[in-house]
Structure formats: C-alpha cells, structure tokens
C-alpha cells in the first residue's frame, strides 16, 4: 500500500467516505444535521425580525403601543410580508382598537353615540348608522366584557314616563325602573332606547332571527 491509499484509507476513517476508488454515499453525524436545521431556519427569523422592525417603525408613527407588535407571534408577522405600508397601518389600527375594545375602552376616533339594538346606546364611528343591527361590540358584550356607554338623554328614550304637569321640562320616570332624571339630564344608561326603534318594531321592521342569534 503506497502513501496515497494510506492517505485515503485515513480520511475514509476520519469522514465517513470510502477510499478515493470506490465511491460511497457520506454518512452524516447528528450534530452536522442539527446545524443544517439551524440554518434553515436563519432565513425565516431574520425575515421576521426585519418585518417586525418595520411593524414597530409604523407603531412608533402612529402613535400605537409598540406592545401590539411584540404580542405577535412570528407566524402572524410573517404574513404582513410583501404587505404595503398603507396596509400595515391600517392592521395596526386595527389591532389597537381591538385591544382598547377588549380593556373596555372605545378605540380612537369613536366618538358618535349610536343605538344598537342588541347593545343599546354605545359609542361607535362618526358616518355610522344611527341606529344598526349589530356592532363590534355586540360579542365582547355577551363574553362579559365591559361596554362603555355615552351619554343620553331621558327625553329621546321611550320609556321615559314624562311629568304630567309639566311635560316638556319637569322631572319624570322610568318604565324600566333606572331611575328619574329631568327630560335633558346628560346621563348613562344601557336601557335607553330611542323612540326610531319602537317605530321600527310598529311597523315590522326588524329582523328577529338574527337578534335572539346575537343575544
């Protein structure tokens, strides 16, 4: 045996591949693969650390809690890649305003008091609807989560039960027993009720099903 198929039976020992004239597949240690997996994954990480930097970039101009963007697991980061920075925006607002509904809180800009009539009054987006079927608040509310309330006056709602002396501005009642206020007494109540609604209801125009489905 002259030195180079000693060299070769050698390193057939040392790397797991067989002298250089015989060709063998080569046998791959455990720790090689790990490090081959390790790396795979690199690719992916460093894509999702670079889409969460500009996630944070974005809060951070919004004027959004950098806290949405850390509760984000990675998979849902990485699917806000190729995505717009309009788009983005709009998803961390959307977050925000999911996280303020869920402490009890109105998201920012909600600022009308509108009437939902599985809800009752509650605070919802100006250009909304004055009365609607349903809102975003309607599953949180059943899960019993707290609703805020804006304010209302007793003289729209129809169980007000006005002062039969003086109609227009003395003190009246309750036929829901919430207590009496005076007609335009600024106050929060889940009972309130504008009279639209019993109009609507007079005249059929509801829809029942999806009511006691939300309920």
Same mark, same amino acid.
């Given at each position: 045996?002259?030195?180079?198929?000693?060299?070769?039976?050698?390193?057939?020992?040392? *790397?797991?591949?067989?002298?250089?004239?015989?060709?063998?597949? /080569?046998?791959?240690?455990?720790?090689?693969?790990?490090?081959?997996?390790?790396?795979?994954?690199?690719?992916?990480?460093?894509?999702?650390?670079?889409?969460?930097?500009?996630?944070?970039?974005?809060?951070?101009?919004?004027?959004?809690?950098?806290?949405?963007?850390?509760?984000? *697991?990675?998979?849902?980061?990485?699917?806000?890649?190729?995505?717009?920075?309009?788009?983005?925006?709009?998803?961390?607002?959307?977050?925000?305003?999911?996280?303020?509904?869920?402490?009890?809180?109105?998201?920012?800009?909600?600022?009308?008091?509108?009437?939902?009539?599985?809800?009752?009054?509650?605070?919802?987006?100006?250009?909304? /609807? /004055?009365?609607?079927?349903?809102?975003?608040?309607?599953?949180?509310?059943?899960?019993?989560?707290?609703?805020?309330?804006?304010?209302?006056?007793?003289?729209?709602?129809?169980?007000?039960?006005? #002062?039969?002396? #003086? /109609?227009?501005?003395?003190?009246?009642?309750?036929?829901?027993?919430?207590?009496?206020?005076?007609?335009?007494?600024?106050?929060?109540? *889940?009972?309130?009720?504008?009279?639209?609604?019993?109009?609507?209801?007079?005249?059929? #125009?509801?829809?029942?099903?999806?009511?006691?489905?939300?309920?």
């Amino acid at each position: 045996m002259n030195w180079r198929e000693t060299l070769a039976t050698q390193r057939a020992h040392s *790397d797991g591949k067989g002298p250089g004239c015989v060709l063998t597949k /080569p046998t791959k240690g455990t720790s090689g693969s790990f490090g081959s997996m390790q790396d795979a994954r690199l690719p992916t990480k460093t894509a999702s650390a670079t889409i969460r930097a500009r996630l944070l970039a974005l809060a951070e101009f919004e004027c959004l809690e950098p806290a949405l963007v850390h509760r984000l *697991d990675d998979a849902d980061v990485m699917t806000c890649a190729g995505e717009s920075d309009e788009t983005l925006t709009a998803y961390l607002r959307a977050l925000d305003a999911a996280a303020r509904m869920d402490a009890g809180m109105a998201p920012t800009g909600w600022t009308a008091a509108r009437y939902c009539r599985l809800c009752g009054p509650v605070l919802l987006w100006p250009g909304c /609807p /004055p009365i609607v079927q349903a809102c975003p608040w309607c599953f949180r509310r059943k899960a019993g989560r707290y609703v805020p309330r804006p304010q209302v006056q007793c003289a729209d709602c129809v169980h007000f039960i006005r #002062n039969a002396l #003086n /109609p227009v501005g003395g003190g009246g009642d309750c036929v829901k027993d919430r207590g009496g206020h005076w007609p335009k007494q600024m106050h929060r109540c *889940d009972g309130f009720e504008p009279a639209e609604v019993a109009t609507m209801v007079a005249t059929g #125009n509801t829809k029942k099903e999806h009511r006691e489905e939300l309920r």
